[in-house]
Every structure is written in structure tokens, then in C-alpha cells.
């Protein structure tokens, strides 16, 4: 079985000759572990993705004070400004280009990549990786995008209270971002992965009913193009968001990622059936693939293999080195997952 129809069959719920396995790149796992990691990905290939060895970062010595503890204070190309205590992980921002609710008019975003820009390079791109495997296009998250640029505190007021300025501004990402998907879809792409956060570790970080009024149709805005060319639709969200799973049904979206820990495994596969998801398993990382031991991490992995029965379809392995993880939970994880 190719890995283009292993993908597709997957996430159509047919039976596969073994599950699907999605790599990451994670720039904090090839700076922990080298090329010991670009030597397992090519022994085990993954199945969303050409094997290309990819570089070993390097920090700058300026990143590192006196005692040898990494530090970065840097501004993105949309304005904002995070603080960097790992090498490699999302920051945490410490100063945001809307500044107050006046200052939405004139944000102005940054310019769309060339890939968008140039619709022939674009096509051909997309060609080339549909000769062997399944394409996915991108679209940006919303909400998330918003506080980056706003202050999650801020942001959140603003929705509550649904500042026009502000609501403005998520009109204007929402086409920002349907650009992208709109070129993908031109390109000819299979599907479209999202990715935004609604979720805290138990409940949602906003009402069901706000997020319905707020968010909804922003996510439609963007989504439209792809469902309307039939293509699959991918959501990832950290957080618990069982509630919303209604939602992104009725929005297009024909599979998660899921931040697995905090979910009933057993409870999701259930409602997985339920609304005709397909799901990416992501091993608990926070605890068993971090401090786990290797003979933890297998028993993990046959466990999920065991709930959700990705040779059945409707679930593949996402792999995603991050930081602390020992090189040796690595290694069990990926060839458990190719042993199934």
C-alpha cells in the first residue's frame, strides 16, 4: 500500500495494511537528540511526508547567559513579541501591536507567503507531493492568532464584551486566512489542517453560545472554500472540547487532533464513531513520553491502538519529538506503532 492511499483510506474509515504514521518536525527534538532522530525517521518513514534529513539547529551563543540558561526575547513578522526560556517551544508574549482596541484599524497583517502569491508554484508544488503522498494545505488558527497579536487577557474581554474593533479585526484574519485555502484549493490539495485552542485542561474557554455567536462564523468564512471543493478538513485543538465537537461537524470538519490525556480514550473513540471523525493519536507527552519509561510508553501505545483501531481506519499515529523526551521512549514509541 502506498502511502498516499494509506492516508486516504485512513481517513475515509477503510481498513489499512498497518497504521498511518504522521511525523512533526520539532526543532527542540532535533537540537535535544541530532542525527540519532533523522536516522530513526528514515528507517521508519512516515506516511504524510517525504523523508528529507532535516537540519540540526544551533543557537546562537547570545541566546545563553553567564550559566549557560537559554534565553531569546524576540518579534515576529505579525508584531508580537514572545519570550523564549526553551530552546525550540512556543514563547510567551510580552508585548502585542494592538495595544488597545483603537489601534485594530490599522494593524496591518503581515504579506501572505509566496506559495499564495504565486498560484503556478503552488500547483506545481502540490503535484509533485500527490504523486506519493496525501496534500494538505494550511489554514491559520483565529483565536489564537488574536491573542498573540492582542494579549490573551485582553482578547478575552474584547469577545465577551464583542468590541467592535476588535470583531473587525477577527473579520479580517478570518479572510486573511480563506486566501490561504482558497489557494490551496486552486493548487489542487486533498485537504486543509487548522489548528486553534478552545479548550483548558476540563472545560472550554468560552460558552458554547459565544463561541457559536463569535467564533462559528469566522471559522465558515474561512472553511468554505475547502468544503465547498469537497475537501477533508482537519482540526487540531488543545484542550478539552468534547462540546464543540457538534460544532466542527457542522462546520466541515472531518478529523481531529485531540490533546489525548485529557480525554476518557474509551468515552472518545465513542463519540469519535458518533460524528464520523477521524482522529490523529498523539501519545500522552506531558507525562509518559517525558518520564515515562520505554516499557510505559509501548504499553501506551497498544493501548491506543487497542480503543481506537487504526488498521480499521479513522486513526493514524502523530509523532512529535518535544522537548525531555529520552531518546529511548522515541524509539519505543516509533517502533511499537511500526510493529502494530
Same mark, same amino acid.
Given at each position: 500500500?502506498?502511502?498516499?492511499?494509506?492516508?486516504?483510506?485512513?481517513?475515509?474509515?477503510?481498513?489499512?495494511?498497518?497504521?498511518?504514521?504522521?511525523?512533526?518536525?520539532?526543532?527542540?527534538?532535533?537540537?535535544?537528540?541530532?542525527?540519532?532522530?533523522?536516522?530513526?525517521?528514515?528507517?521508519?518513514?512516515?506516511?504524510?511526508?517525504?523523508?528529507?534529513?532535516?537540519?540540526?539547529?544551533?543557537?546562537?551563543?547570545?541566546?545563553?547567559?553567564?550559566?549557560?540558561?537559554?534565553?531569546?526575547?524576540?518579534?515576529?513578522?505579525?508584531?508580537?513579541?514572545?519570550?523564549?526560556?526553551?530552546?525550540?517551544?512556543?514563547?510567551?508574549?510580552?508585548?502585542?501591536?494592538?495595544?488597545?482596541?483603537?489601534?485594530?484599524?490599522?494593524?496591518?497583517?503581515?504579506?501572505?507567503?509566496?506559495?499564495?502569491?504565486?498560484?503556478?508554484?503552488?500547483?506545481?508544488?502540490?503535484?509533485?507531493?500527490?504523486?506519493?503522498?496525501?496534500?494538505?494545505?494550511?489554514?491559520?488558527?483565529?483565536?489564537?492568532?488574536?491573542?498573540?497579536?492582542?494579549?490573551?487577557?485582553?482578547?478575552?474581554?474584547?469577545?465577551?464584551?464583542?468590541?467592535?474593533?476588535?470583531?473587525?479585526?477577527?473579520?479580517?484574519?478570518?479572510?486573511?486566512?480563506?486566501?490561504?485555502?482558497?489557494?490551496?484549493?486552486?493548487? +489542487? /490539495?486533498?485537504?486543509?489542517?487548522?489548528? =486553534?485552542?478552545?479548550?483548558?485542561?476540563? !472545560?472550554?474557554?468560552?460558552?458554547? *453560545? $459565544?463561541?457559536?455567536?463569535?467564533?462559528?462564523?469566522?471559522?465558515?468564512?474561512?472553511?468554505?472554500?475547502?468544503?465547498?471543493?469537497?475537501?477533508?478538513?482537519?482540526?487540531?485543538?488543545?484542550?478539552?472540547?468534547?462540546?464543540?465537537?457538534?460544532?466542527?461537524?457542522?462546520?466541515?470538519?472531518?478529523?481531529?487532533?485531540?490533546?489525548?490525556?485529557?480525554?476518557?480514550?474509551?468515552?472518545?473513540?465513542?463519540?469519535?464513531?458518533?460524528?464520523?471523525?477521524?482522529?490523529?493519536?498523539?501519545?500522552?507527552?506531558?507525562?509518559?513520553?517525558?518520564?515515562?519509561?520505554?516499557?510505559?510508553?509501548?504499553?501506551?501505545?497498544?493501548?491506543?491502538?487497542?480503543?481506537?483501531?487504526?488498521?480499521?481506519? +479513522? /486513526?493514524?499515529?502523530?509523532?512529535?519529538? =518535544?522537548?525531555?523526551?529520552?531518546?529511548? !521512549?522515541?524509539?519505543?514509541?516509533? *517502533? $511499537?506503532?511500526?510493529?502494530?
Amino acid at each position: 500500500m502506498t502511502h498516499r492511499r494509506r492516508v486516504a483510506d485512513t481517513l475515509a474509515h477503510k481498513s489499512v495494511d498497518r497504521p498511518a504514521v504522521q511525523y512533526m518536525y520539532s526543532q527542540v527534538g532535533f537540537y535535544e537528540h541530532g542525527e540519532p532522530l533523522n536516522d530513526l525517521f528514515e528507517q521508519y518513514p512516515g506516511d504524510f511526508e517525504a523523508f528529507v534529513r532535516k537540519p540540526i539547529p544551533v543557537p546562537p551563543a547570545s541566546a545563553f547567559d553567564a550559566d549557560g540558561r537559554y534565553y531569546e526575547k524576540k518579534t515576529d513578522e505579525w508584531g508580537a513579541t514572545q519570550e523564549y526560556r526553551v530552546y525550540g517551544i512556543m514563547g510567551h508574549g510580552v508585548d502585542f501591536p494592538v495595544k488597545a482596541p483603537e489601534d485594530a484599524a490599522n494593524y496591518v497583517f503581515p504579506p501572505q507567503p509566496d506559495y499564495v502569491m504565486d498560484p503556478e508554484l503552488y500547483r506545481k508544488t502540490i503535484s509533485e507531493i500527490k504523486k506519493g503522498y496525501f496534500a494538505f494545505g494550511g489554514g491559520l488558527g483565529l483565536l489564537e492568532r488574536l491573542w498573540m497579536i492582542r494579549g490573551f487577557e485582553n482578547l478575552m474581554m474584547d469577545i465577551c464584551e464583542e468590541e467592535p474593533n476588535i470583531m473587525s479585526l477577527m473579520d479580517r484574519l478570518a479572510e486573511y486566512s480563506r486566501r490561504r485555502v482558497e489557494a490551496a484549493v486552486a493548487a +489542487g /490539495a486533498d485537504g486543509i489542517a487548522f489548528g =486553534d485552542d478552545y479548550g483548558t485542561q476540563d !472545560n472550554l474557554l468560552l460558552s458554547k *453560545e $459565544t463561541f457559536r455567536r463569535v467564533i462559528k462564523p469566522r471559522l465558515a468564512v474561512m472553511m468554505e472554500p475547502a468544503v465547498k471543493a469537497g475537501l477533508h478538513i482537519h482540526f487540531h485543538s488543545c484542550g478539552q472540547i468534547t462540546e464543540l465537537f457538534d460544532e466542527l461537524k457542522d462546520l466541515g470538519v472531518r478529523s481531529l487532533w485531540p490533546q489525548l490525556p485529557l480525554y476518557d480514550m474509551r468515552e472518545l473513540k465513542k463519540a469519535l464513531d458518533f460524528y464520523g471523525f477521524s482522529i490523529a493519536i498523539h501519545t500522552d507527552r506531558a507525562f509518559t513520553m517525558t518520564s515515562g519509561s520505554p516499557e510505559e510508553v509501548r504499553e501506551a501505545v497498544l493501548l491506543e491502538n487497542e480503543i481506537f483501531k487504526p488498521r480499521d481506519g +479513522g /486513526a493514524w499515529f502523530y509523532i512529535e519529538p =518535544d522537548t525531555g523526551f529520552p531518546f529511548e !521512549n522515541i524509539k519505543t514509541q516509533i *517502533e $511499537t506503532v511500526f510493529g502494530l
